[in-house]
């Protein structure tokens, strides 16, 4: 069934919808998967040129992808849902170019752990996001969807910000130092690192094997532990309800910051 505005209670269009609120629809028949993709691909069409979240936009293979659910039953846990994939993961049909001109069209053989993860679990595969070159110092051309003079933070800069402009729903990073959890609060949307070796990251090209992690992006918490259930392979790490525990690291680099950083630093502690 296609969309229309208003349908089980629900106003605006598609690709506002977080992967819960669209998992039910879909579930529902209220809404296909096909068109939950395509207007997530308007919504590209329209903001891209300005934004430049992606690096690769898969439009025909996720729509074919997207046909194929609706026909035979969306009965996976992310069934239907559209997902950006940072450009540093392996993916067997479309280029893994980590954000360098020296990786240009490179094809690799087969996809990631996590990206097949991903496709098992019936996730549409969108594309792949920008990521700074070899997720590292030099950004690539994303900008803030919120202010599009600002910098959407790094190293996962696309994937903050295709979720956040609503182009996807989810999105893959990786953290080395702070690559998921900086872009995410940059551009306003939930991002989580998993404890280091709980998701598998064969396929995922390394800035530093001994650090770097598989994160993801989602504009709810709910959409952050229905991923981590695929891709951790078990429970949820986390509850929504749990009062975090948290650790404070005052860095030696702590005194560059401006004096506004480090008063929003010491708020966030107080409270």
């Given at each position: 069934?296609?969309?229309?505005?208003?349908?089980?209670?629900?106003?605006?269009?598609?690709?506002?919808?977080?992967?819960?609120?669209?998992?039910?629809?879909?579930?529902?028949?209220?809404?296909?998967?096909?068109?939950?993709?395509?207007?997530?691909?308007?919504?590209?069409?329209?903001?891209?040129?300005?934004?430049?979240?992606?690096?690769?936009?898969?439009?025909?293979?996720?729509?074919?992808?997207?046909?194929?659910?609706?026909?035979?039953?969306?009965?996976?846990?992310?069934?239907?849902?559209?997902?950006?994939?940072?450009?540093?993961?392996?993916?067997?049909?479309?280029?893994?170019?980590?954000?360098?001109?020296?990786?240009?069209?490179?094809?690799?053989?087969?996809?990631?752990?996590?990206?097949?993860?991903?496709?098992?679990?019936?996730?549409?595969?969108?594309?792949?996001?920008?990521?700074?070159?070899?997720?590292?110092?030099?950004?690539?051309?994303?900008?803030?969807?919120?202010?599009?003079?600002?910098?959407?933070?790094?190293?996962?800069?696309?994937?903050?910000?295709?979720?956040?402009?609503?182009?996807?729903?989810?999105?893959?990073?990786?953290?080395?130092?702070?690559?998921?959890?900086?872009?995410?609060?940059?551009?306003?949307?939930f991002g989580f690192k998993?404890?280091?070796?709980?998701?598998?990251?064969?396929?995922?090209?390394?800035?530093?094997?001994?650090l770097d992690t598989v994160?993801?992006?989602?504009?709810?918490?709910?959409?952050?532990?229905?991923?981590?259930?695929?891709?951790?392979?078990?429970?949820?790490?986390?509850?929504?309800?749990?009062?975090?525990?948290?650790?404070?690291?005052?860095s030696p680099e702590l005194?560059?910051?401006?004096?506004?950083?480090?008063?929003?630093?010491?708020?966030?502690?107080?409270?």
């Amino acid at each position: 069934m296609d969309w229309r505005p208003g349908m089980a209670g629900m106003s605006g269009k598609p690709n506002e919808l977080t992967a819960g609120e669209a998992l039910d629809l879909l579930r529902g028949r209220s809404l296909s998967a096909e068109s939950l993709t395509q207007s997530c691909l308007e919504r590209i069409d329209a903001r891209e040129s300005r934004v430049n979240a992606w690096a690769h936009l898969a439009r025909e293979d996720a729509l074919r992808t997207a046909r194929a659910l609706d026909r035979r039953g969306l009965h996976g846990p992310l069934a239907g849902i559209p997902v950006g994939i940072k450009d540093v993961f392996d993916t067997a049909d479309m280029p893994t170019q980590m954000g360098s001109p020296i990786h240009a069209g490179h094809r690799p053989a087969t996809d990631a752990s996590v990206v097949a993860l991903l496709r098992e679990a019936g996730a549409v595969i969108l594309g792949k996001t920008v990521t700074a070159e070899f997720a590292g110092l030099a950004p690539g051309p994303t900008a803030n969807p919120h202010r599009l003079a600002h910098t959407p933070g790094g190293s996962s800069s696309g994937s903050a910000a295709a979720v956040a402009d609503r182009m996807v729903p989810v999105a893959l990073g990786t953290q080395t130092g702070g690559s998921v959890q900086r872009p995410a609060s940059y551009c306003g949307v939930f991002g989580f690192k998993p404890t280091y070796g709980r998701v598998n990251r064969a396929g995922l090209k390394f800035a530093a094997e001994s650090l770097d992690t598989v994160g993801w992006m989602a504009r709810s918490l709910d959409d952050i532990v229905r991923v981590d259930h695929v891709l951790g392979g078990g429970p949820p790490a986390v509850s929504p309800l749990a009062a975090p525990r948290l650790a404070v690291c005052r860095s030696p680099e702590l005194g560059a910051a401006r004096p506004e950083t480090r008063e929003a630093l010491d708020g966030a502690v107080r409270n």
